[in-house]
């Protein structure tokens, strides 16, 4: 044994023991030898992996809020489009009704009864003739409002 080694107190051991390890295991790693003898390596990877479906399920639920968003929105606009409609067709039938001849000559009430049961009795016999009909062809899917419905019927039912 040489002579310096029996000169090296506990701790010289200790460093010694510990460069001699160091010499061993930095190469061995570099060449691609891996020792975790307490799997801190599969635990950070499971760790990762966790995270990484966390965030791609996040990010699906952002695209998903953003596209509803935008549905929403679209909706929307057509719905203040048809209401905007309806109160200009409504504003020309009230002016017309206004103006017209007879608009200031009451109606007889029985004249007014007679129709209205003319009127039911035709419901009867053609109920699909007294449905509300568009006012103009409704697009493909369930965002058209029906002539004669409004919003809180379509919320409702």
Same mark, same amino acid.
């Given at each position: ?11 010289? *051991? ?5 460069? @001699?390890?160091?010499?061993?295991? *930095? $190469?061995? /790693?570099?060449?691609?030898?891996? *020792? =975790? $003898?307490?799997?801190? +390596?599969?635990?950070? @990877?499971?760790?990762?992996?966790? /995270? ?5 399920? &996040? ?39 206004? !103006?017209?001849? &007879?608009?200031?000559? $009451?109606? &007889?009430? +029985?004249?007014? =009864? %007679?129709?209205?049961? /003319?009127?039911?009795?035709?419901? %009867? ?17 369930? =965002?058209?409002? %029906?002539?004669?419905?409004? !919003? %809180?019927?379509? &919320?409702?039912?």
């Amino acid at each position: 044994m040489p002579s310096f080694l029996r000169v090296l107190t506990p701790v010289g *051991w200790g460093l010694l023991f510990m460069a @001699l390890a160091l010499a061993v295991v *930095w $190469p061995g /790693h570099g060449l691609g030898l891996r *020792w =975790d $003898p307490f799997g801190l +390596a599969e635990r950070r @990877l499971r760790t990762a992996e966790v /995270h990484a479906a966390a965030a791609a399920s &996040d990010a699906l639920a952002r695209g998903l809020e953003a596209d509803g968003m935008a549905e929403q929105a679209r909706r929307l606009q057509h719905h203040h489009q048809q209401a905007v409609a309806v109160e200009r067709a409504t504003a020309v039938a009230t002016a017309q009704a206004r !103006s017209a001849h &007879d608009a200031s000559i $009451p109606l &007889d009430p +029985a004249r007014a =009864d %007679r129709l209205v049961r /003319h009127d039911r009795e035709l419901c %009867r016999l053609a109920p699909a003739v007294c449905r509300s009909a568009s006012a103009e062809p409704a697009p493909a899917g369930d =965002d058209a409002l %029906r002539a004669g419905q409004t !919003s %809180r019927e379509t &919320d409702a039912g």
